[in-house]
């Protein structure tokens, strides 16, 4: 492991803090054993009961202070030096423990094997811990052999035994250090790759949040920031001539990138961004830089710096930059691997920027086209319905059978096409959001009265009735008539136009107490297939009909469109060959009992 690399040191730091958690267990569990030998002392060697009161509580005595203190040598770097001398204490009290009280020397030396091997375990010092503990044992050992020849065992094999022991603990410890240590860094891999993704999620979600702002640079700019914990982050695109344009920027930026903000300047102006442009990214600091870069960086106040390429479809387009001011910290390992996906998103994010200003672009261009087309088209439209009109009035002199068939023909074609530029006008108005609502009071009988009117004159097949049943009573309701009455209007149409026999009746009822308006439109017709009903009301879908019939459906579309912003719901029922049936249910506010108006007296007051 390298001893200066941050991963090692985060790992020391994780250790240490790991040996604060499991001291008192350790401690505790040690000092439990040693009080319960203790008790075998005094029950079978009463005579080492002075010596055991004498030593224990000096051992005690050791570990009291480090129980207290270890959070505060934690935070000043000294817990493992003071936990090492502590552990190191203990092995020469148990040492001198057997000297004093005259125990053997083998079983002076199984305490202490047993101590080596058991606080290898349970504290993760690693070896250089271990290797103290060793030695202080082996020579506490060796000196307690000298003074008290062994009484079964040779020396020289007690002295091989604990050796032996000793080195079983250190690889011991060693290993397990090192798994640990892969464990470790396996676990802040996927840290860092956790937060890496986290980051990335954050700035997508900021960067397609500010799609629509005019400030989005500045606002990824700032997320960039944000994400590396950087103190100023720039981005800078290139346009096709191969010059360079700084247009978002975040954090306190240094004076001579800031200046050049909004303004273009030529390759090479920065040797630094070409060189990101070339390398596509950058990962640099003060200390690690050529003199050329760090005085660049001096000058910038910056202490550490990245970079990342923008590239979208093998094309480099421009440059992320992010530093830290001098004497903040560097950048985290894990900063270079989030710039990269940074760039990505940036350069997807500045893609996703151009293509909605096309889409809005040709959108208002089409919007333009539409209206003014349909405005043009209009005018000659109404042009030869007038003229045909005449004709079929026989205004220019007698039309003679076929003729008036070849007029009423043209004329039904007319007002054909005429339905659907005003139905394209219509859409245009809803798409662009400019079909806004118009409330006011109206009288219901009146505009029931008009719209019966109005539908009188919707071509329909010969022999075909059209019926409605309205309420006797008549109230003032609150709606928008120009948009209900192009609702109704609609969908009278629409099942005259697919009835080729019976008739199409419209039941009109409105419930004061519910304040609701509910019209019921059925018709003879062909009906529709079950599967095209879901779709009935979407644009430009049409059931499967015959030419003469069809349409390019707008109607229904509007129709749901308008009852959506009346507040109201529309739905359709069908059986092929049984006709269909379509429902629609508004909210009208009852304001006042009106007199009803008759249909000869609209028409009355219609023709004066």
């Known amino acids: 492991m390298d001893e200066d690399s941050p991963l090692d040191s985060a790992y020391r730091n994780e250790s240490e803090h790991l040996v604060a958690d499991r001291l008192p267990l350790t401690v505790g569990l040690c000092l439990g054993l040693f009080g319960l030998a203790g008790i075998f002392e005094y029950l079978l060697y009463d005579d080492h009961w002075p010596v055991f009161l004498a030593i224990y509580p000096l051992e005690v005595a050791v570990f009291v202070p480090l129980l207290m203190w270890r959070r505060e040598l934690v935070r000043r770097g000294w817990l493992s030096a003071v936990n090492i001398l502590a552990w190191s204490a203990l092995m020469i009290l148990v040492h001198v423990y057997g000297w004093i009280a005259g125990m053997p020397p083998e079983l002076t030396l199984l305490a202490a094997i047993c101590l080596m091997t058991g606080v290898s375990l349970l504290l993760p010092w690693g070896l250089r811990g271990q290797s103290v503990l060793v030695a202080v044992a082996l020579i506490a050992s060796a000196?307690?052999?000298?003074?008290?020849p062994a009484s079964a065992v040779p020396a020289p094999y007690l002295l091989f035994v604990s050796?032996?022991?000793?080195a079983v603990s250190l690889f011991g410890a060693h290993h397990l250090d090192l798994y640990r240590f892969a464990i470790f860094c396996e676990a802040t891999r996927r840290e860092e790759e956790a937060a890496v993704g986290q980051s990335l999620v954050a700035i997508a979600r900021e960067i397609n949040d500010s799609l629509d702002a005019d400030d989005v640079l500045d606002r990824i700019a700032d997320a960039i920031r944000s994400a590396l914990h950087?103190?100023?982050?720039?981005?800078?695109?290139?346009d096709a001539q191969g010059g360079h344009l700084i247009v978002g920027t975040a954090g306190r930026v240094p004076g001579a990138i800031a200046s050049l903000?909004?303004?273009e300047f030529d390759a090479g102006a920065f040797p630094?961004?070409?060189r990101i442009l070339d390398a596509r990214d950058l990962s640099l600091s003060d200390e690690d830089a050529d003199s050329e870069t760090a005085a660049l960086l001096q000058r910038w106040e910056t202490r550490s710096l990245l970079g990342a390429a923008l590239s979208r479809r093998d094309a480099v387009i421009g440059v992320v930059l992010a530093g830290t001011r001098a004497g903040a910290a560097r950048f985290a390992d894990r900063g270079r691997e989030l710039v990269r996906g940074v760039a990505q998103h940036v350069a997807i994010a500045l893609n996703n920027v151009r293509l909605v200003s096309d889409l809005r672009r040709a959108d208002s261009l089409k919007t333009e086209f539409l209206s003014t087309m349909s405005h043009e088209l209009r005018t000659p439209l109404n042009v030869i319905i007038g003229y045909a009109d005449l004709l079929r009035d026989e205004a220019f002199g007698p039309v003679i059978g076929d003729q008036q068939d070849v007029l009423r023909r043209l004329r039904d074609n007319a007002h054909s096409l005429l339905e659907l530029i005003n139905a394209t006008l219509e859409v245009n108005r809803i798409e662009a959001g400019r079909s806004g609502l118009q409330l006011r009071e109206v009288d219901l009988r009146t505009l029931l009265t008009e719209l019966q009117y109005e539908t009188d004159a919707l071509p329909r097949q010969p022999g075909v009735a059209l019926r409605w049943e309205v309420p006797r009573n008549a109230d003032l309701i609150r709606t928008d008539p120009m948009k209900l009455k192009i609702v109704v209007r609609n969908l009278v149409g629409n099942a005259l136009k697919f009835t080729k026999r019976g008739a199409v009746t419209v039941s009109v009822l409105f419930d004061a107490r519910a304040r609701l308006l509910d019209v019921q439109v059925r018709d003879t017709g062909v009906g529709i297939p079950s599967e095209h009903l879901p779709h009935i009301f979407d644009m430009f879908h049409q059931a499967p009909s015959d030419a003469a019939t069809s349409?390019?459906?707008?109607?229904?579309y509007i129709v749901r469109r308008f009852v959506e912003l009346l507040g109201g719901r529309v739905s359709a029922s069908s059986r092929p060959g049984d006709g269909s049936i379509f429902r629609l249910s508004l909210p009208a506010g009852v304001v006042m009992q009106p007199q009803p108006v008759s249909i000869e007296e609209h028409r009355r007051r219609r023709s004066a």
């Not at 000196?143 to 008290?148: N, V």
């Not at 050796?163 to 000793?166: L, M, V």
Request: charged content about 10%; aromatic content about 4%; overall charge positive.
């Open 261 to 263: 903000r909004g303004v």
């Open 143 to 148: 000196a307690l052999l000298a003074a008290t």
């Open 551 to 556: 349409g390019v459906g707008l109607g229904l």
């Open 230 to 238: 950087a103190s100023w982050s720039v981005i800078i695109l290139r």
């Open 272 to 274: 630094l961004v070409d």
């Open 163 to 166: 050796a032996a022991a000793a």
